[in-house]
């Protein structure tokens, strides 16, 4: 079978699915079937529109709970980041060479 009648073919039975389907959507258990579709599509757009509400406030308390459980799992964390840090930072300037800009630190987004 040549390329262009494997084409064909498909164009062919895809039309005879849509023309299936436009038949079936067309009787009353078809309207049934598109009618249920909308409910649940609007039900799940309702709880996607919540969640997107919710979401800052989520976040914020999984940023709370994560850094009281981070503090208390390991109370010298936040210390030998500091150390760190400056220990990063002091190396960088104690080079010498200073051709790349210094790091900027992004802000939060709100």
């Known amino acids: 079978m040549s ?4 084409h064909l073919a498909t164009f062919i ?7 299936a389907a436009h038949k079936y959507l067309q009787s009353e258990e ?7 579709l909308k409910t649940k599509a609007n039900n799940l757009k309702a ?12 976040f914020e308390e999984l940023k709370s ?5 981070l503090k ?3 109370p ?3 210390n030998f980041f500091k150390e760190l840090y400056e220990k990063f930072v002091g190396n960088k300037g104690a ?14 987004i709100s």
Do not use: R
């Open 76 to 78: 010298d964390a936040e």
């Open 13 to 19: 039975l895809g039309a005879a699915a849509g023309v």
């Open 65 to 69: 709970k994560g850094a009281d459980s």
């Open 47 to 58: 709880d996607a529109e919540g969640a997107i509400d919710k979401a800052p406030e989520y």
């Open 3 to 6: 390329n262009n009648a494997k």
């Open 95 to 108: 080079a010498g060479t200073t051709s790349e800009p210094a790091p900027v630190t992004p802000e939060p």
């Open 30 to 36: 078809g309207e049934k079937l598109l009618e249920d």
């Open 72 to 74: 208390s799992s390991f």
